[in-house]
T-cell receptor, first 112, second 114 residues
Framework: RKEVEQDPGPFNVPEGATVAFNCTYS??????FFWYRQDCRKEPKLLMS???SGNEDGRFTAQLNRASQYISLLIRDSKLSDSATYLC?????????????FGAGTRLAVHP | NAGVTQTPKFRVLKTGQSMTLLCAQD?????MYWYRQDPGMGLRLIHY???????AKGEVPDGYNVSRLKKQNFLLGLESAAPSQTSVYFC?????????????FGDGTRLSIL
């Protein structure tokens, strides 16, 4: 079983739609959680951290469910520019070392 | 505002050849990392460094070596390239290793081994 699992998609949605991605992780001791965005043939970039209480950044909402070990990302009012692959990332963190475990990503395609 | 710079951007090698990938960061970060990304898989950590003069193995270190002689540079070496090492390689850096600071990535090196 992969340490971080995501539905690869693609999710094909029209502009203005609301779309949600889920991600599950296997290590119950994980402490930090992130969503990164990766555009085609580009480097990953941090989209947002995920906090226990849930957090929002504009049209993006991230939630964490520690009991079920899953993380979600909700995108409201999708834009064409949201088309990308979204990587779920979990930090195992031991001894001060920031070890990130990356999911394989969920591809989102927003169409006119 | 360079951030993390990787060279080269593209390279084609023949099996058995050697090469070095260079990563340079200008953010005074302590931690640096080398990942590889293959289709259908998440980024996998090859080697990492928690400071100048230190290196450690990651998840998939076989066939690679690294050096961190200067804080700002992290080199990844392939001594005898194999087709299985065809991949996109990303370097990243972070200020601390606590997990609260994001990793900053270079724009990748696309390496093909024939």
């Amino acid at each position: 079983r992969k340490e971080v699992e995501q539905d690869p998609g693609p999710f094909n949605v029209p502009e203005g739609a609301t779309v949600a991605f889920n991600c599950t992780y296997s290590n119950s001791a994980s402490q930090s959680f992130f969503w990164y965005r990766q555009d085609c043939r580009k480097e990953p970039k941090l989209l947002m951290s995920v906090y226990s209480s849930g957090n929002e950044d504009g049209r993006f909402t991230a939630q964490l469910n520690r009991a079920s070990q899953y993380i979600s990302l909700l995108i409201r009012d999708s834009k064409l520019s949201d088309s990308a692959t979204y990587l779920c990332v979990v930090n195992k963190g031991s001894g001060g070392y920031n070890k990130l475990i990356f999911g394989a990503g969920t591809r989102l395609a927003v169409h006119p | 505002n360079a951030g993390v710079t990787q060279t080269p951007k593209f390279r084609v090698l023949k099996t058995g050849q050697s090469m070095t990938l260079l990563c340079a960061q200008d953010m005074n970060h302590e931690y640096m990392y080398w990942y590889r990304q293959d289709p259908g898989m998440g980024l996998r950590l090859i080697h990492y460094s928690v400071g100048e003069g230190t290196t450690a193995k990651g998840e998939v270190p076989d066939g690679y070596n690294v050096s961190r002689l200067k804080k700002q540079n992290f080199l990844l070496g392939l001594e005898s390239a194999a087709p299985s090492q065809t991949s996109v390689y990303f370097c990243a850096s972070s200020y601390v290793g606590t997990g609260e600071q994001p990793q900053h990535f270079g724009d990748g090196t696309r390496l093909s081994i024939l």
